[in-house]
């Protein structure tokens, strides 16, 4: 259900990018039981969709939080 989800608001070339969102959406749930959780890295030129994919992973993921320029 979330790869249904993530596939029906994005538009991408490579249909393995679903399942990896997928997989790590999931992991959000349960992160707390790896030593380390990492991060997806979107890059792209303006206005193809990055912030969208952004917002669906932040809305389908566990406690999911807004934030840019974030430092290490």
């Known amino acids: 259900m ?3 989800t993530i596939a029906y608001y ?3 070339k490579d249909e393995r990018i679903f399942d ?3 997989c790590w959406v999931i992991g959000t749930y349960c992160y ?3 030593e380390s959780y990492g991060y997806l890295y979107f890059h ?9 994919f ?3 992973l ?3 993921g566990f406690n999911g939080q807004e ?3 974030i430092s290490e």
């Open 2 to 4: 979330v790869r249904e």
């Open 10 to 12: 994005m538009d991408v």
């Open 20 to 22: 990896v969102a997928t």
């Open 32 to 34: 707390e039981l790896f």
């Open 44 to 52: 792209g030129l303006r206005d193809t969709g990055k912030s969208k």
């Open 54 to 56: 952004k917002k669906i």
């Open 58 to 60: 932040r809305l389908t």
């Open 67 to 69: 934030a840019s320029s």
